[in-house]
């Protein structure tokens, strides 16, 4: 009996530690060095500031790949893709305004 309770302690340890490791690699800034065609595609996609592209290219592959959105963006991407969708919005809006005939 106390053969398998330390076969089963053994297998959890592993597959804990297996675990651990996988995540962790894939915690870092993945397009630093990208290993994978679709770590370079997603790459691609952020760097071309075109973060609906990039969240549909994940959404599409999720079960493939398995890839999470924020491996693929910086800080300083997410606040140029808000600075252009604030600019976006504001020239709509201007649109709108001199359509407007008050």
Known sequence: M???KQAFGISFAVAVLAASLSSGARAEFVCNAPSTPEDK???ELARQDRPDELRLFI???SSIYGLYFYDYVTEADANRWTAADRSEK?????AAEDRDPR
């Open 2 to 4: 106390s053969t398998s």
């Open 41 to 43: 595609r997603a790459c």
């Open 59 to 61: 959404q599409r592959t």
């Open 90 to 94: 504001a020239r709509s809006i201007a």
